[in-house]
């Protein structure tokens, strides 16, 4: 039976494995295409609901406090898609042993349901692009020089070390260009001071202090910098395919 999904994806040289040859890792062709509660709201209006379209986001707003809350007092929550849980990070040392920031981390584990595992295995085929070409702006890595290491998670006044291609910011001092943190919910955080290394193969720069442990953002680079010296006519948006979980 025809699936009626399918995700297009690219495979990209794994930058992990330095030491194995022929080693790739795939990439869904339209993973930064974010849908919102605006989106969702749009899709439902579009399915012929008889609700309006402003209801309906107020819904979906009212369900995020809602959930949210239950979260923060301690709760699991389920829906159709994901499982929820709270948990608390780290080692504990002894039986009376207290909660450390420096030691230990409030998060959340997040599993899917039954139902939405199901429907990936029946619903969703896939379709290999083929390599993408190295010639593209993207971004490689992310490394928190406090760590030492592309794993992840970064923290607040840490330098971090962008790895890609054609990234560099240009041109300098212009509005709306730079490198920014996106949270879960769209709002966008820059860095706190100037680059003090911007070439087109990396950047270094300061996590800002503003960012919230223990949540997850998307980096992105916004630059008119290509090829040759040149510049585009209007900024582009390069984002990290990883999520960064500040630590």
């Known amino acids: ?16 494995t330095t030491d194995v040859e022929n080693d790739y890792i795939a990439e869904v062709s339209t993973a930064g295409n974010t849908q919102r509660n605006e989106d969702v709201a749009r899709s439902i209006v579009e399915a012929r609901s008889e609700l309006r379209y402003d209801t309906i986001l107020s819904i979906l707003h009212e369900r995020d406090a809602a959930v949210r809350s239950a979260l923060l007092g301690g709760s699991s929550v389920q829906d159709g ?6 948990r608390v990070a780290g080692s504990w040392v002894g039986t009376k042993s207290v909660f450390d ?14 139902e939405l595992r199901k429907a990936l295995g029946e619903e969703v085929s896939v379709e290999v692009l083929g390599v993408q070409a190295e010639g593209g702006a993207r971004i490689n890595l ?20 962008i790895d890609g291609e054609k990234i560099k910011i240009a041109p300098d001092n212009e509005a709306g260009l730079g490198v920014f943190f996106v949270a879960t919910d769209g709002t966008e955080t820059p860095i ?19 960012l919230v442990v223990g949540q997850t953002y998307t980096l992105k680079i916004v630059t008119r910098f290509t090829s040759g010296g ?18």
């Open 192 to 210: 706190e001071f100037p680059t003090s290394e911007n070439t087109p193969k990396r950047i270094l720069c300061r996590v800002p202090g503003a």
């Open 142 to 161: 992310v490394t928190d020089v406090y760590i030492g290491k592309p794993n992840g998670t970064i923290h607040p006044h840490s330098d971090i070390i």
């Open 230 to 247: 040149n510049l585009l006519k209007a900024p582009r948006a390069i984002l990290y395919e990883l999520t960064l979980e500040v630590v």
């Open 81 to 86: 898609n994901v499982h929820l849980t709270p």
């Open 101 to 114: 920031p420096a030691a230990h981390k409030i998060t959340l584990d997040a599993t899917l349901t039954a």
């Open 1 to 16: 039976m025809a699936k009626k999904f399918t995700w297009k994806i690219w495979l990209r040289p794994n930058r992990l």
